[in-house]
């Protein structure tokens, strides 16, 4: 098992203000706080860090920041990915200057290319800078797989050296990690366990922006030995993460709005998003009571 980027990754929020701007101090006292919680590693501008919303000099911002905040406690990765090869080519450049450790980078969504050219896509944007590269297989969001066998051939690419998996298809995983050095990720929470199990890397997770030391804990038991502990311990995260992740609003929604009743920076959701109501913040409240005193 290679971790390249470490083994317990945050999806971090993107911190706004009040009136929408990004709030970088808001940025840095978060990923500091994730680090000194148990996170190894923070992926910004991905799905949770609102990158559709967030311009590009916003995005390189936000790196520096974080890079000054947490500086070598945890690794960086940056979200680049978009539906245009040139402009994906150009950020990661911008994410190597800014000083992110690493590039996560989502197929191109929209144009549903074949995959010769999804995997075309990837290969130029693993050319254009020195940084490694996160594949970020979400197909629900890009409406098209980076298939299995694509993965494959793209694993001979030296730069080429994890997955975040949101595909759902743990067969498809499990493939891919029998036969590649590549570090899987679990890109799904209820999902961080098991897919370690088999010889994962980790997790790349939504959830431990708000439980993050809960999350790591899952890890640590299992390469302690303790595998019903480890499983007890995911058991026991499972209502919040659901709260989170699948009780129909976006998980960045969710996650914002317990950042903030935790007294913890977080800020509005860019429009079309729109934030969670009363109701479904004190239910998330609740629910990480529960689990954090249990």
Known sequence: MTTPFGRALCAM?????????????GAQRLAAHLV????????????????????????????????????DRASIVAGIGTPDTRHTVDLAREAEKAGADGLLVVAPYYSRPPQDAIEAHFREIADAS?????????????????????ILRLAAHPRIVAVKDCST??????????????????????????????????????????VPERLRAVLDAFDAGDTTQAARLQQQA??????????????TVTTKALLTALDLPAGPVRAPLRPADDKTTDNLLSLHKTLTTT
């Not at 594949?135 to 890009?142: A, G």
């Not at 570090?183 to 959830?207: F, I, K, M, P, R």
């Not at 499972?238 to 998980?251: D, R, V």
């Open 238 to 251: 499972t209502p919040l993460i659901e709260a989170i992740m699948s009780a129909g609003l976006p998980g």
């Open 36 to 71: 000194a919680q148990g996170c190894d590693g923070l992926v910004l501008s991905g799905t949770t860090g609102e990158s559709p919303t967030t311009t590009d000099a916003e995005k390189s911002a936000l790196i520096t920041a974080v890079r000054e905040a947490v500086a």
């Open 13 to 25: 929020i993107t911190p706004f203000t009040t009136s929408g701007a990004l709030d970088l101090d």
């Open 169 to 210: 298809d743990f067969l498809a995983a499990q493939k891919v990690l029998a036969r590649t050095d590549l570090a899987y990720y679990a890109g799904s929470d209820e999902h961080n366990l098991a897919l370690y199990a088999v010889g994962g890397a980790g997790y790349v997770s939504t959830v431990s922006n708000v």
């Open 130 to 150: 020195e940084l490694p590269l996160m594949l970020y297989d979400i197909p629900i969001r890009t409406g098209i797989r980076i298939e299995p066998e694509t």
